[in-house]
C-alpha cells in the first residue's frame, strides 16, 4: 500500500495524442485506486499563489468584529465568513475557521413551486477591511476554474469518453467554489478533528496547502495516509459527481484534517469545481473493460450520493451549516432527509 500520494504532471497533457496514451491510463488508475494524488506543472502563476496565501491570512488576522461582518449566517447562499467550532461533519464540531465564496452571480427570484437548491446561487460577502480579498480571489477563482476544465477534459479523455463528455454538466455555469480555511492548533486533549471524514461533493477537488501537515486520506478502510504539503503542487481528489458519473469507476475518496499542534496554525485553501446546479448527471457508458471493473457508487445510508447536481450540493451544504439551514431552509430540512 502506498504511503504517499502520486504525482502527476498536467503539462503532459501538452503531448501529441498519439503520447498521451500512457499518461491517460496513469491519470485513470490513479484517480480510481487512490482518488487523490499531487498535481505539478498545473501552470499557475507561482506569484498569483503566494498572493492567494497572504490575502488569506490577511482575512482571517481581521478583527472578529469585521469577520462577523460577512458571517455566513447573513448569507441564504451559504457564503461568507464562520468562526471554528459551528460547522459539522459526521455530528461532530469542526475546529477550522472559514470563508466561503462561490460564483459570483444575481440571486434568483423563486416561485413557490422551485427546488430549494435555487437559492443557491446568489452573491458573496466581502469584508470592507479588506479590499485586496475580491480581485486577488476572483483572478485565482478564473485560473482554478481553466485548469479545472483541462484536467476534466483530460478524466473524459482517459475514460475513452469524447473529450468535451462532461461539458453539457457545468454547462455556462459551472458551480466554482472557493473556501478559505484555517485550522487552529489544539491542544492534545481537546478535539483533533480540523473537519471529519468526508467525501467532497463536486467534480474535482484542489487544495493549496501550506506547510503545516493535518491532511489525511482514506486509502483502504480504516488505513489513512498524510496528505503532507509539497510546494507548488496541489492536492487534487475526485469528489461525487464523478463517481456517479462513472457508476463508480473512480472513486470520490474520503478524507479528513487533523487539527495542528496548540500555538500552530494550518492555513489551506480550496477549490471545488462543480457542475451547474440544474444538471442532472447521467451515467454514461464506459467501454467494456472499463465497465466491468467498476464497482458501482457507494452506497452510505448517511451519505447518498444523488444524481441531480442541485440536491447533492444542497446536501452537503445544510449538514454542514445547521445554523444557516435553518434559517433558511427550514422547510426543506423538514422534506429532504440530508
Ligand atoms: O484543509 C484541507 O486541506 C482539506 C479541506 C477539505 O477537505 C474540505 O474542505 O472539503
Ligand atoms: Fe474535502
Do not use: C
Amino acid at each position: 500500500m502506498a504511503s504517499t500520494l502520486p504525482v502527476l504532471d498536467l503539462a503532459l497533457l501538452e503531448l501529441p495524442d498519439a503520447e498521451q496514451a500512457q499518461y491517460l491510463a496513469e491519470l485513470r488508475e490513479t484517480a480510481r485506486d487512490v482518488g487523490f494524488f499531487y498535481l505539478v506543472n498545473h501552470g499557475i502563476n507561482p506569484q498569483l499563489l503566494k498572493n492567494v496565501q497572504s490575502i488569506t491570512r490577511a482575512f482571517f488576522a481581521l478583527p472578529d468584529e469585521e469577520k462577523q461582518r460577512v458571517s455566513m449566517i447573513h448569507s441564504p447562499h451559504f457564503r461568507g465568513y464562520n468562526r471554528a467550532g459551528v460547522e459539522y461533519t459526521r455530528e461532530q464540531r469542526d475546529q477550522r475557521e472559514q470563508f466561503d465564496i462561490g460564483a459570483e452571480r444575481a440571486a434568483l427570484t423563486l416561485q413557490p413551486d422551485d427546488p430549494a437548491w435555487k437559492q443557491l446561487q446568489g452573491p458573496n460577502l466581502w469584508p470592507q477591511a479588506l479590499p485586496q480579498l475580491r480581485p486577488v480571489i476572483h483572478a485565482w477563482q478564473q485560473a482554478m476554474t481553466d485548469v479545472a476544465l483541462r484536467l476534466l477534459r483530460a478524466f473524459a479523455k482517459s475514460l475513452s469518453l469524447p473529450p468535451d463528455a462532461f461539458d453539457a454538466l457545468y454547462g455556462t455555469h459551472p458551480n466554482e467554489h472557493v473556501k478559505l480555511i484555517r485550522y487552529p492548533g489544539q491542544d492534545a486533549a481537546a478535539s483533533q478533528q480540523g473537519v471529519g471524514a468526508h467525501k467532497d461533493s463536486g467534480f474535482l477537488t484542489f487544495l493549496l496547502q501550506d506547510d503545516q501537515p493535518g491532511l489525511q486520506v482514506e486509502v483502504a478502510p480504516d488505513q489513512w495516509i498524510d496528505a503532507l504539503p509539497k510546494p507548488g503542487a496541489f492536492v487534487v481528489n475526485i469528489g461525487e459527481l464523478l463517481e456517479i458519473a462513472t457508476n463508480g469507476y473512480l472513486r470520490a475518496t474520503v478524507h479528513r484534517v487533523v487539527s495542528p499542534p496548540a500555538k500552530q496554525q494550518r492555513i489551506s485553501i480550496a477549490f471545488f469545481l462543480g457542475a451547474q446546479l440544474d444538471a442532472e448527471v447521467p451515467l454514461y457508458q464506459l467501454p467494456p473493460q472499463l465497465a466491468a471493473e467498476a464497482r458501482g457508487p457507494t452506497s452510505d445510508p448517511s451519505n447518498p450520493l444523488l444524481r441531480e447536481v442541485g440536491w447533492n450540493y444542497l446536501k452537503g451544504r445544510l449538514r454542514s451549516h445547521r445554523d444557516v439551514a435553518q434559517r433558511y431552509y427550514a422547510d426543506t430540512l423538514i422534506s429532504v432527509k440530508s
